[in-house]
């Protein structure tokens, strides 16, 4: 009899919008937590509910990142901002060579936020963590006056343990290792304008977003000498081959022809005025790698889904050092510089 | 019409072909082009005796100082949302730029059509909602199409700030000035789909000199040199079309008769080149109320402009290059510019900071 009374009186969680008093740390922060965050993402470090995750310790070197995530729109071809979340943190330290495995979970919501697209967005994410094999141990939820964000923004921060006798450092990179990209350059950053700006291209764009770390576990299970991985997010493969070849104080030299770009991404671009260079990439990365490994690593690369469209872009040279310059179709030269300005800005 | 998909080996057929010993100035009109040649590096396949230079077919590089400091204070008040193409966005103006007002709550949005501004203004009934109308004869009927939507439909939230300039009077202006030496023009594509080719046919006879229609692609590029330069060498000065599969001699005749409904030529100012004749659009009289400027009373505005040392004037009049500007890649960068020919993705100054550097390596 009282069961029928609660249910009566108290209205579905997923017909509501988020309250200021959903972030309040009272009941119906209890309610949001069990209702869709445990729901979810659920584990046995959460459901311990206690004010940090406990973990064990490896004696091995751990990695640990950071990223905060406030890609508008929050849903996207290809993706959404939970999804996201946990591809973006589990890259950044696959790159690393580490093997992700904690992450935990800080969210900003908009009051109004309807919790049936929160409880979707962590649908999104709890699938992608567990498919990643990354575990959410620890998370925390604020609630912001209507207008003082914008829906929902993320931030992850993640736990890796790294192999021992691994390092993979831009310093390490020598004259004659190759360059290789894992996929296509562009999408995400043409599927997210795309969808911004309720852009139609048919077929439709959509993002790249993915977690690499199976295929980056792969690769270096080959043994092959990898000199350093990076992802090129934000400013594009462009943008990520400067910083490399600063930091190493080399020069790279790319080949047009080799570059992986989709047709449609192409198009998309010259009628946009953009360049798929400097365009954001959510699943990709860039493997620096001694010359003799290289067609074996890309080998590799291609036996994955995610990889099958991998390619040598290019080489590290002692000429041109900290530049990166690209011979073209015609056989000219092309400067590629870093990303000045902001083309796009919440991206991811 | 050379097939399009250009290797090393055809590049070097084409190469073969531009075989005059005299030195050749051939003037891109058109940014589009500016940039295409800059990306694709097409000055390192040139022989040393034909120099390619920008002109003044930027959009935006072209606006006057003047102009932009009046958007300025359209974007101030706080019932306006400005639209625009992104470019506009960081051209910097004596208190910054629209990028950085938009820091300070300014609302301005970038669109990829007017008729999205004529749109947000239908949604948003309690702002007025400005386009920066900004472009030659290529943009200039969306802009018309936008505003016979307004007109039609009666959204009278709608105006825009006309910009819009003509291709004609500027080659006009540029071919009367005697300091401009140049022997042939690389004619732009885009603006030739509207206006045909037909309006160029003063340049050969009056001037003699070379004029073709190009397209966009590197090989269209250097195809057209190649065309510039054999009537150079024959001294049979004509209008060709190289860009065929876009342009008709005629140009696009309903395109032209919408411009012609709504907009007018004036004597309009440009940056750094000032008033040339009958070169600008302005809105006909029966169309005035979807004037931004009349609307909010600026057209008297006074507008204070600084001295920046900026040479824009003679970079867009093919006079002198970028790198010859004291402020170029120094004090003046994409990150911080000076001048609006640094920010625009057709300006002079930011395809050659973005691109030379290939030259240089390649030497």
Same mark, same amino acid.
């Given at each position: ?57 490896? +004696?091995?070197?751990?990695?640990? $990142?950071?990223?905060? &995530?406030?890609?508008?729109? =929050?849903?996207?071809? *290809?993706?959404? /901002? ?121 077929? +439709?764009?959509?993002?790249?977003? $993915?977690?690499?770390? &199976?295929?980056?576990?792969? =690769?270096?299970?080959? *043994?092959?000498? /990898? ?122 | ?363």
């Amino acid at each position: 009899m009282q069961l029928v009374i609660i249910m009566r009186g108290v209205k579905l969680l997923a017909d509501e919008k988020i309250l200021l008093s959903h972030g309040a740390g009272g009941l119906k922060t209890q309610r949001l937590i069990r209702e869709v965050f445990q729901k979810n993402l659920g584990n046995a470090y959460l459901q311990q509910e206690l004010d940090s995750a406990l973990i064990k310790f490896s +004696p091995h070197k751990m990695a640990f $990142t950071t990223d905060s &995530y406030v890609v508008s729109p =929050i849903f996207f071809p *290809g993706g959404d /901002i939970g999804k996201l979340s946990v591809c973006g943190t589990v890259n950044d330290l696959a790159v690393m060579g580490a093997k992700p495995l904690y992450l935990t979970l800080g969210l900003i919501l908009e009051e109004g936020l309807p919790v049936e697209e929160l409880d979707k967005l962590m649908f999104s994410l709890g699938n992608t963590a567990r498919e990643a094999g990354v575990q959410i141990v620890a998370g925390d939820t604020k609630v912001v006056e209507y207008g003082a964000c914008d829906k929902i923004f993320i931030n992850t921060a993640g736990i890796g343990i790294v192999p021992p006798n691994l390092d993979l450092r831009p310093q390490r990179m020598a004259p004659g290792d190759k360059i290789i990209v894992s996929g296509p350059v562009g999408n995400h950053g043409i599927a997210i304008l795309a969808a911004r700006e309720n852009l139609d291209f048919s077929p +439709p764009l959509a993002s790249d977003c $993915t977690y690499l770390n &199976y295929l980056i576990e792969g =690769i270096l299970n080959t *043994g092959a000498s /990898i000199k350093c991985m990076r992802d090129p997010t934000r400013g594009g493969l462009a943008t990520t081959l400067n910083e490399l070849a600063q930091q190493a104080s080399l020069g790279i030299k790319l080949h047009e022809e080799a570059l992986p770009v989709q047709p449609q991404v192409k198009g998309a671009c010259s009628m946009l005025g953009l360049d798929p260079l400097y365009l954001a990439n959510e699943g990709k990365v860039i493997i620096v790698v001694a010359n003799k490994d290289a067609r074996q690593v890309l080998e590799e690369i291609r036996k994955y889904d995610i990889g099958k469209n991998a390619s040598i872009i290019g080489e590290v040279t002692d000429a041109h050092c900290s530049t990166v310059v690209m011979e073209t179709e015609l056989g000219t030269l092309r400067v590629l510089r870093m990303l000045e300005g902001d083309p796009l800005p919440r991206i991811c | 019409m050379l097939n399009l998909k250009l290797n090393k080996s055809t590049v070097k057929n084409i190469l073969k072909g531009i075989n005059s010993k005299s030195n050749i100035r051939i003037m891109e009109v058109c940014g589009t082009h500016t940039m295409a040649i800059a990306r694709a590096g097409i000055k390192q396949l040139l022989p040393p005796n034909i120099e390619l230079i920008s002109g003044p077919g930027c959009p935006v590089c072209v606006t006057a100082q003047e102009d932009i400091e009046r958007i300025f204070l359209l974007a101030r008040k706080p019932e306006v949302i400005i639209t625009t193409f992104g470019d506009m966005l960081r051209v910097p103006g004596s208190t910054g730029s629209l990028q950085e007002m938009q820091a300070e709550g300014a609302d301005v949005r970038i669109v990829y059509s007017p008729l999205d501004a004529v749109n947000l203004a239908r949604n948003n009934p309690k702002k007025e909602i400005i386009f920066l109308a900004v472009g030659f004869e290529t943009t200039t009927p969306t802009v018309a199409l936008a505003l016979e939507d307004a007109y039609k439909t009666g959204v009278d939230n709608f105006s825009i700030v006309c910009m819009h300039k003509l291709v004609i009077p500027a080659l006009k202006a540029l071919l009367s000035d005697e300091e401009t030496e140049i022997h042939g023009f690389l004619l732009p594509g885009h603006v030739s789909t509207i206006i045909g080719t037909i309006p160029y046919e003063f340049i050969p006879r009056e001037y003699q000199r070379a004029c073709v229609v190009s397209g966009f692609e590197p090989g269209d590029i250097l195809e057209s040199i190649l065309l510039i330069s054999r009537q150079l060498e024959n001294a049979d000065y004509k209008v060709e079309n190289q860009y065929k599969r876009g342009v008709k001699t005629e140009g696009n005749k309903i395109a032209l008769e919408i411009m012609d409904k709504y907009f007018a030529p004036f004597n309009s100012l440009w940056r750094g080149m000032g008033e040339i004749k009958e070169s600008g659009l302005k809105l006909r009289p029966e169309y005035v109320q979807y004037d931004a400027i009349l609307k909010f009373g600026l057209e008297d505005a006074l507008v204070q402009l600084a001295p920046t040392g900026c040479i824009c004037g003679n970079i867009l009049k093919g006079i002198l290059k970028p790198e010859e500007c004291a402020l170029f890649s120094k004090m003046c960068t994409p990150a911080f510019p000076v001048g609006p020919c640094m920010v625009s993705s057709e300006g002079a100054c930011a395809a050659s900071y973005y691109y030379a550097g290939g030259e240089v390596i390649g030497r």
